[in-house]
């Protein structure tokens, strides 16, 4: 079959490659033509993906990767796509679906055949053979993960997970091209480039009660060998020239001692890069040898994610610390002579302004360089989720505004203005302190990585209103009665508007 997987565009000022998808196309390959498409980096919005993408590659399958913030512009791909060509088969992946899988697919129902719940790297290959093999009556139930039709019954089949990760086979490195993408990687800053992101771990033994990452991937810690790690980084390095190593485990160092071991083999691979983990890193799985070896093999930055200043607050979140235990967390992390930059939830649940006054304060008197305040996402299946639909606080999600710096939903008694503005005024009281400003401004690498910088700073601090329009920034002049033509292979045309109502 002729496979695309697709990154669809959002609003998203972190342009970096899909590991997921690079998997997935490795499970397929050997039987199958497969091609990776990120719409965010090749700027391809809904309207041109007809004519520029379907007619170039006539896929039989389009795979369609779909984050929370991704389901309005993938409900208008996935029209697109069968506009163009009913027959084209269309699956969708990703947390939305796997958080809450049936109403995931009600969501994005129209116009879509299949999802997949869950990692899908044993499903997936599995359910393109199916396909391919073109039978009359199909037998879907014994693809793990995938969600399907049985008539108007949906059905979701149950998920399996390979523990031993490395059986997975190693990234589709070839297709996602880590070295063609821009300086605009998560975390913003950077040390070294070109940058590529690696997986060592997967899954999460926390509860935090805002996060699906044990959702995803599941609450048991799996492993990557040290020989795949370190032989991922060396090609990484020497075929496609990357400088740079993006750790973006959920929980790295969980697993201390499996993390001494793979620092101290990056340490013998003796390459000039660079390390980060953008994900950030539990305080609380931390030592000085970790730190030292760490800092050894070029992690110039380590992110942690403190999320409040309030105790109460921390409780509910079910973070398992304390405002105490973050000081003195950080200053083991400072005594390294790391610098360091941390992450907080504004809005959380049954906030007060007081509480986000503390966490506002807490971010002010730790030595950090960066400070990321997000607001609070309902993210579907989380247990804040659930709490706050069985109080009747959600009920018609905006999925349209579901960005952090949109402010989709705000506590009892707080607007969504008040909330965008005190956010607004923390990251100007944070970073327009002169030594913050001054070591932030020197840590530009090029003119093209200012203009990613301020366009994320226009985003997150002076733009207080955003809507997921499927435009590029050249379009925005658009008035809002203006419709876009999409020509289907039998000359049909259909007019999709791009006003704010569209």
């Given at each position: 079959?002729?496979?695309?997987?697709?990154?669809?565009?959002?609003?998203?000022?972190?342009?970096?490659?899909?590991?997921?998808?690079?998997?997935?196309?490795?499970?397929?390959?050997?039987?199958?033509?497969?091609?990776?498409?990120?719409?965010?980096?090749?700027?391809?919005?809904?309207?041109?993906?007809?004519?520029?993408?379907?007619?170039?590659?006539?896929?039989?399958?389009?795979?369609?990767?779909?984050?929370?913030?991704?389901?309005?512009?993938?409900?208008?791909?996935?029209?697109?796509?069968?506009?163009?060509?009913?027959?084209i088969i269309t699956v969708v992946g990703g947390s939305h679906v796997s958080s809450d899988p049936v109403r995931g697919f009600e969501n994005l129902r129209d116009n879509l055949d299949f999802a997949f719940a869950g990692e899908a790297e044993i499903g997936f290959p599995t359910f393109v053979d199916i396909l391919n093999s073109n039978a009359d009556s199909p037998d879907y139930s014994n693809v793990p993960g995938l969600i399907w039709k049985n008539g108007e019954e949906f059905v979701v089949n149950p998920q399996e997970m390979e523990d031993d990760l490395d059986q997975l086979g190693d990234p589709a490195w070839d297709l996602i091209r880590p070295e063609l993408y821009p300086e605009a990687q998560h975390g913003a800053f950077f040390n070294s480039f070109p940058i590529a992101p690696i997986i060592t771990t997967r899954g999460c033994p926390y509860s935090c009660t805002f996060c699906a990452a044990p959702i995803l991937s599941g609450k048991k810690l799996r492993h990557h060998s040290k020989e795949y790690v370190l032989r991922n980084i060396s090609l990484l390095y020497h075929t496609y020239g990357i400088r740079e190593i993006h750790i973006v485990d959920d929980n790295f160092t969980q697993d201390i001692e499996y993390a001494k071991t793979i620092v101290r083999g990056i340490i013998e691979l003796n390459l000039d890069i660079s390390i980060a983990m953008p994900n950030g890193i539990r305080m609380d799985y931390l030592d000085d040898e970790l730190l030292a070896l760490l800092k050894e093999a070029g992690l110039y930055l380590v992110s942690i994610a403190v999320e409040s200043g309030n105790n109460e607050i921390l409780k509910d979140m079910k973070k398992g610390t304390k405002v105490h235990k973050v000081h003195r967390d950080v200053n083991l992390i400072k005594k390294h002579g790391f610098d360091i930059a941390a992450f907080f939830i504004l809005g959380y649940p049954g906030e007060t302004m007081e509480t986000i006054k503390d966490t506002i304060a807490l971010s002010l008197k730790l030595p950090l360089l960066r400070a990321n305040y997000f607001t609070y996402l309902p993210l579907p299946g989380t247990e804040s989720y659930h709490k706050l639909e069985e109080a009747g606080e959600i009920k018609n999600v905006d999925w349209d505004n579901f960005y952090m710096m949109g402010a989709p939903y705000t506590p009892k008694g707080i607007s969504r203005e008040d909330l965008l503005e005190i956010k607004r005024k923390a990251f100007l009281k944070f970073y327009l302190r002169p030594s913050i400003l001054v070591r932030n401004i020197l840590g530009v690498k090029s003119f093209s990585h200012f203009k990613f910088l301020f366009k994320r700073f226009c985003n997150w601090i002076i733009i207080k209103n955003h809507v997921a329009l499927d435009i590029k920034p050249v379009d925005i002049a658009i008035e809002d009665h203006t419709a876009l033509e999409i020509k289907s292979p039998d000359k049909k045309v259909t007019q999709f508007g791009v006003g704010a109502s569209s």
């Open positions: 079959m002729r496979v695309l997987l697709v990154k669809p565009n959002n609003l998203s000022d972190h342009i970096q490659p899909s590991l997921g998808l690079a998997y997935l196309a490795q499970g397929i390959r050997s039987r199958h033509e497969v091609k990776i498409l990120d719409c965010i980096k090749d700027g391809l919005t809904s309207a041109e993906f007809a004519e520029k993408v379907l007619g170039k590659y006539r896929p039989d399958l389009i795979g369609i990767q779909c984050y929370t913030f991704d389901v309005g512009n993938v409900r208008k791909l996935l029209k697109v796509i069968k506009t163009w060509d009913p027959n």
